[in-house]
């Protein structure tokens, strides 16, 4: 009760007028900077950050959590618009969101991404405001060899949307892999497939890979596509602009499914917002009825991975508040943040100085009903980009593309980079070979590796730690179950099929 | 048996083979990583060497399957089309640094539109060069973000 | 209107300086280029950024603008810089600890010998901490740890070869153990290191003195020694050299000139940054940052450099990190 009441007086602070004030603002800039490519929430935030110092600390709380929310929301407008992911959080939004909107279905599909974030947000900073320091203190009792486990976990509930032949997506992730190998390999600090290019040691941007991979690739393959029938032809709006209400039925367990991966997941310190945005798309697709739509623009592989997104933003909260630990970028930006202000983040905030925290967690639900409020009307005007005549909007998406790449390292490498993958991209294409594992052995694959080496090297190599942790062997348990699950369900149907032979 | 022989498929075998050259080159970089310090119980050259083998058993199974005719049914299409976006960015990697930002992105965008069958270059050009000129300023002065600049953006 | 006025002042006392130039005369430039060799948001580019804020603020140059290049620890960055800021007497680089070991460790071409020293601006002391139920309880006990089996000493701190990593071996060596062997589990960022520091899954934990406080202060963990002299005011808790192990370093950043100024142009930059590093606007940025003022004049910095160069080479080749 104390909890509620310390929120409520959090609330009455954000409500009033002049603090609206700046989180509308807050969201219109966040927004604004968001959408421009190569530019994520984390860089959003750094850039804007100057501007709320001018003001007292409440106000420019409230202003921060707008631009942040603002920023988010801006980067996966452009993912679905644009199929141009500015980080690494909105590109399984990109893969669905794209091909629906390319089909006409862009505002259903922004419209399902602005209100599964609202959805999530408000959901996980509830839950932020109640469980934080408890839950703080489970996510730092989990070890490396724990999260080894949720990245098996991922990967083996992940490769169920692999495509249709299992050779080409396991080639495509064995790519994946091998780009997520270069550069500087983070426990021991030599470099790796670099050929001795010092713009490879930080490895590859995994934002140009998937511009490289998704927008220039897919380009090339249209453009090369061009004159046949219906091959690649954007429509800006067919049928309703808004969700219809089958799109609100198909949308909202995703969105609470999506939340249930991202809060927690975001709230352990090396979670990130990768893993639950790839499990949620890949329990949608299994739960869906109608599977073979994914990969085609599926509103439910926006819904869940976009409220996934969101639930994780706020469940990186959690050890920032309570124990002062930025665990993205985005966190550290904000810790930065705070620290203008001589607010130190952790065990003692919430004693010292519960007042700004119930602040900001006041003006978090507040920025989330802002966003939601200027960005459902702006969804009409969004999706218009798409009725550019086609050579005009692919120029204006590779320039844009390229931008972004540059924006994010200034590196003519990392545009070279992007020549080479995106025309390795189109003949994957070409070749049917699927682009979606690519991106997730890239992510994946370096921090599977990290966290196992890491666990043997603190048990000085004993590889029993990876089954006496009860979190990890947990996990595990549940690896094992997703992957011979189907297997067995298979044998168990094709046996009952061969009795009726 | 009476296995149904295709013809092999030649662009298939060729990526095997490809994916084979991969695979040999990621394990030769292995042997080139050295661990140091401390004891490690799984050295830097772990990831190369599981990742090389991986990509060496795909390339073969890919080789035959190749060699045996089993690909994916592919549409004609029109490599000019994917060669002017190609050209289009390297025409930008070269001219980035030389003539500047707001010149490569206008060539970017031309060649990109004329890949999808623009046929008025100059208007194509005039158009990219007003959105990266938008860009620009927007990046550089607003931002305060640099963008690799060359000689156009010296005026600004 | 008496801005312009003083602007004038100023652009005219320059220009008296360099009518009567005789090279031992500063010529302070009145537009500053400042190149970050790291990403927006970083610690070099928020010195950038508050040095542009300051010195603008401060009406010390008429313009300065932030650049930023990004990777590989600053070394493209330099070698950027190098080749574009050749005699220009309004450029400066802000580099740091981290570039010095980056450059050993990543072979680059160019190191800070091609650049020119202006000043060291800032640092941080670092320090160990175990967590509250650790049964290490003084430097003593972690130093006779460290010498009964190194291997079995685990550290958690930030990036293979960086500030924290050096510091471990650091430490190792002094503790009579071979510095080469410590077993430093590498994180990415400070809050992973933290939660396995927290959580008690590594022996000790290594970082810079502001990241811990909180929770000393609260608690969950304790100090076991700070890499400051002693005797240096304002420390939070209890030196190393205190504990009985004499081991000083400190994360330093600083600022650099182009290759090739001249002794007015170099005496000119250091003028500039002196000026603003004295200034009221600098001190209360850096007590916002919970920056140490750590000033040091360019003569007296190019000599530090020279030492901790050797220093950090010799850590990171017992290391296997440099190598001939």
Request: one cysteine or more.
């Amino acid at each position: 009760m104390e909890t509620l009441s310390l929120l409520l007086n959090g609330l009455s602070i954000a409500i009033q007028p002049a603090n609206l004030l700046f989180a509308l603002v807050g969201v219109v800039l966040g927004t604004a900077v968001g959408v421009l490519p190569g530019i994520g929430p984390a860089m959003t935030v750094a850039l804007l950050l100057p501007v709320t110092f001018k003001m007292d600390p409440a106000g420019s709380l409230i202003m921060f959590a707008g631009i942040y929310y603002g920023g988010m929301y801006g980067g996966s407008t452009t993912s679905i618009l644009l199929n141009t992911p500015g980080e690494s959080a909105s590109i399984v939004t990109a893969m669905e969101g794209n091909k629906m909107a390319r089909a006409g279905r862009g505002g259903p599909a922004l419209a399902t991404a602005a209100i599964g974030s609202f959805v999530a947000g408000t959901i996980a900073t509830a839950l932020l405001a109640i469980f934080a320091p408890w839950l703080a203190e489970v996510a730092i009792a989990f070890g490396p060899e724990d999260y080894f486990a949720l990245m098996v976990v991922a990967f083996i509930t992940v490769s169920a949307t692999f495509g249709s032949s299992r050779l080409r997506g396991l080639t495509s992730l064995a790519i994946g892999l091998t780009l997520g190998i270069v550069g500087i390999d983070k426990l021991t600090g030599q470099p790796r497939l670099s050929f001795g290019v010092p713009d490879l040691l930080d490895g590859l941007e995994v934002t140009t890979v998937a511009v490289a991979m998704f927008a220039v690739g897919e380009a090339m393959a249209v453009a090369a596509q061009r004159g046949k029938e219906g091959e690649g032809t954007v429509e800006a709006i067919r049928g309703s602009l808004w969700m219809t209400a089958e799109d609100w039925r198909r949308s909202w367990k995703p969105w609470l499914r999506g939340t249930a991966f991202g809060f927690p997941i975001g709230a352990l310190p090396a979670g990130g917002a990768e893993i639950p945005t790839f499990l949620s798309y890949a329990a949608e697709k299994r739960l869906a009825t109608n599977p073979e739509e994914f990969g085609h623009g599926a509103i439910e592989g926006v819904a869940g991975p976009e409220a996934a997104n969101n639930a994780s933003a706020a469940g990186t909260l959690v050890p920032l508040l309570t124990l002062g630990i930025p665990t993205s970028a985005t966190a550290a930006i904000m810790l930065a943040g705070f620290q203008q202000y001589n607010l130190q983040p952790g065990p003692l905030l919430f004693v010292t100085s519960a007042d700004v925290v119930w602040g900001l967690i006041a003006s978090l639900f507040i920025a989330n009903v802002m966003l939601i409020v200027l960005n459902l009307p702006l969804v009409g005007l969004w999706v218009r980009l798409l009725s550019i005549p086609r050579p005009w909007l692919y120029g204006g998406i590779l320039v844009f593309a390229t931008v972004g790449v540059l924006a994010a390292k200034a590196s003519l490498v990392e545009l070279g980079v992007v020549l080479a993958l995106g025309l390795m991209a189109y003949g994957m294409r070409r070749f049917d070979y699927p682009i979606a594992p690519v991106v997730v052995g890239m992510i994946l694959g370096p921090m599977a590796e990290t966290q196992l080496r890491r666990a043997l090297q603190i048990s000085n190599g004993d590889a029993s730690v990876l089954v006496t942790s009860p979190i990890s062997a947990t996990l595990l348990a549940v690896a094992v179950l997703a992957l011979l699950g189907p297997m067995l369900w298979a044998r168990l149907g094709w046996s009952m099929k061969a009795d009726e032979d | 048996m009476d296995v149904d022989r295709k013809r092999p498929d030649r662009p298939v075998v060729v990526i095997g083979a490809a994916l084979l050259a991969i695979a040999a080159v990621v394990v030769w970089q292995g042997f080139q990583v050295r661990a140091s310090f401390g004891s490690q119980a799984l050295g830097p050259q772990m990831m190369p060497f599981l990742v090389g083998g991986f990509l060496a058993v795909l390339g073969a199974l890919t080789v035959v399957a190749g060699l045996r005719g089993e690909a994916p049914a592919r549409d004609p299409d029109e490599p000019v089309a994917v060669v002017w976006i190609a050209g289009g960015i390297a025409a930008m990697l070269l001219l980035i640094k030389t003539a500047g930002f707001i010149p490569a992105c206008a060539v970017l965008f031309a060649a990109t539109a004329r890949a999808f069958g623009s046929t008025r270059p100059a208007v194509d050009l005039a158009i990219g060069a007003a959105m990266a000129i938008v860009i620009f300023v927007f990046f550089a002065k607003v931002l305060g973000l640099s963008l690799p600049s060359g000689l156009a953006e010296s005026w600004f | 209107m008496s801005t312009i006025t003083r602007r004038e002042a100023v652009a005219l006392g320059a220009g008296l300086a360099a009518v009567l130039a005789h090279p031992a005369i500063a010529q302070a430039p009145t537009e500053l280029k400042l190149l970050a060799p790291a990403a927006p948001g970083g610690g070099w580019d928020q010195t950038a950024r508050t040095m542009q804020s300051v010195l603008t603020g401060e009406r010390l140059v008429r313009s300065a603008q932030v650049t930023n290049v990004a990777g590989a620890g600053g070394t493209i960055g330099i070698a950027q810089f190098v080749n574009s800021s050749r005699g220009d007497p309004g450029a400066l680089m802000i580099s740091g600890f981290v570039m010095v070991g980056a450059i050993l460790m990543n072979k680059a071409p160019v190191t800070l010998d091609a650049v020119t020293p202006v000043a060291r601006l800032t640092g941080e002391w670092q320090a160990l901490v175990v967590s509250a139920a650790s049964p290490i309880k003084s430097v003593a006990d972690l130093a006779a740890a460290v010498k009964a089996d190194v291997s079995r000493v685990s550290w958690g701190g930030g990036s293979a070869g960086g500030v924290d990593h050096i510091t471990a071996a650091m430490f190792a060596g002094l503790a009579g153990a071979d510095g080469g062997k410590v077993n430093y589990i590498a994180h990415s960022g400070g809050g992973e290191a933290m939660a396995a520091i927290l959580s008690n899954r590594v022996t000790v934990g290594v970082g810079g003195v502001s990241e811990f406080e909180q929770h000393v202060k609260s608690r969950r963990l304790r100090w076991l020694g700070i890499t400051a002299p002693e005797g240096t005011a304002g420390l939070p808790g209890p030196t190393l050299t205190a504990g009985g192990l004499k081991l000083e370093l400190q994360n330093w950043r600083g600022v650099f000139g182009g290759p090739g100024l001249s002794d007015a142009q170099k005496a000119g930059l250091g003028e500039v940054v002196e000026k603003m590093a004295k200034s009221k606007a600098w001190a209360d940025q850096l007590a916002a940052k919970g920056w140490q003022d750590t000033y040091l004049a360019a003569d007296a910095f190019a000599a530090f450099l020279k030492e901790e160069n050797a220093r950090v080479e010799g850590v990171l080749r017992n290391l296997g990190l440099v190598r001939a």
